[in-house]
């Protein structure tokens, strides 16, 4: 039977199709937004359009940018000579959270993980590749997830950079291992990157 | 400092506005939204348009609708003589699941709360008086929340319905008294429908 008319059945499943969100917690988001003003619902509805439609990639490090280059590359502040290489846009955002970093970032959107098919063509790593070629690079500090995924993505790079001649470096494992970069405290990560070891 | 780019933080402050959705779970749904294809992502903001758009209340019981009668009320099949009185939408669908009510539906969207400055003006009281008035109702099942709000808004109506000489009755406290109708299982409500006492 039928509880929801279909419209409101409609936003509550696509409510449950965002992760981590099960039947009641979309079910009371959906009459949330019934219950707010137009104005904020319909805000709410752009933001995502928005959001979509403005955000594409930084062309150098692969960031979530709304230009052409992301804030960090765009900014003479950053030290173009070392990059920091990481998994997902978000573990940039903890990554500044540290204060620690005045380098550059490349954000591969993935790491190498035969289990869900996932092969080196698959991540970006041809667009870092491109970015070490250009003899301004004198450190990459690999800062992919600490587990088997992450530290199979950091050698396989590795192994790829060091022929340039240039320094490959790992963050120490401060950082809890089996875990996920994102759940870090800012301090334990600020320790993970003094701490980093050559690879 | 700004971590985001200004359409990525728009959509998390969006999502962060949410009932119950904290910071790092606005951020993830965020990027997912992000990470969808163009078409899901704006189905998604679709569904919230055309909810707002197309649901109002049904002009009989005030549930959500996208026709001018809800398809309860519209039902040859119900029992138009007896109409259960509960706070919410959500409510009528945990008592639709218990298929044990046949008869209709009115929904006060809230209840009497002092301490909130809600007052019977502010909820649909007067819609509910303007069915009674008809001839055509035998009882009506007050069931609101168990708890002070509900119990409050139960008697206030029970009070104002008796001088028609309708039966007023509530549903037994099966329900967990101090707890939310909306938590309650389908055994559990049944049993307080059955078990309903005049007031």
């Known amino acids: 039977m039928d509880y929801y008319v279909s419209p ?8 449950r199709r965002l992760p981590g969100i099960g039947n009641k917690t979309a079910q009371r988001l959906a009459y949330h937004l019934l219950n707010l003003p137009d104005e904020k619902a319909f805000r709410f509805a752009d933001a995502i359009v928005e959001a979509k439609k403005k955000i594409t990639y930084c062309k150098t490090c692969q960031n979530f940018s709304d230009s052409e280059q992301c804030t ?6 950053r030290d173009k000579g070392v990059i920091c290489v990481v998994e997902n846009p978000k573990d940039v955002v903890q990554m500044e959270k540290t204060n620690e970093f005045k380098g550059v970032y490349h954000i591969l959107h993935g790491a190498i993980s035969p289990m869900d098919n996932i092969g080196p063509d698959d991540i970006r ?5 491109s970015r070490i070629t250009g003899g301004e690079v004198r450190e990459v500090i690999m800062a992919t997830n600490p587990n088997l995924e992450g530290e199979t993505t950091a050698m396989y790079i590795s192994k790829l950079i060091k022929p340039f001649g240039i320094k490959v470096t790992r963050i120490a494992h401060g950082v809890p291992v089996g875990g ?3 759940f870090a405290d800012e301090i334990t990560l600020a320790r993970a990157l003094q701490g980093r070891i050559e690879l």
Do not use: H
């Open 72 to 77: 960090v590359c765009a900014s003479p502040a």
């Open 180 to 182: 996920e970069l994102e």
């Open 8 to 15: 409101l059945q409609n936003l509550i499943d696509e409510f």
């Open 125 to 129: 790593i041809k667009e870092l590749m």
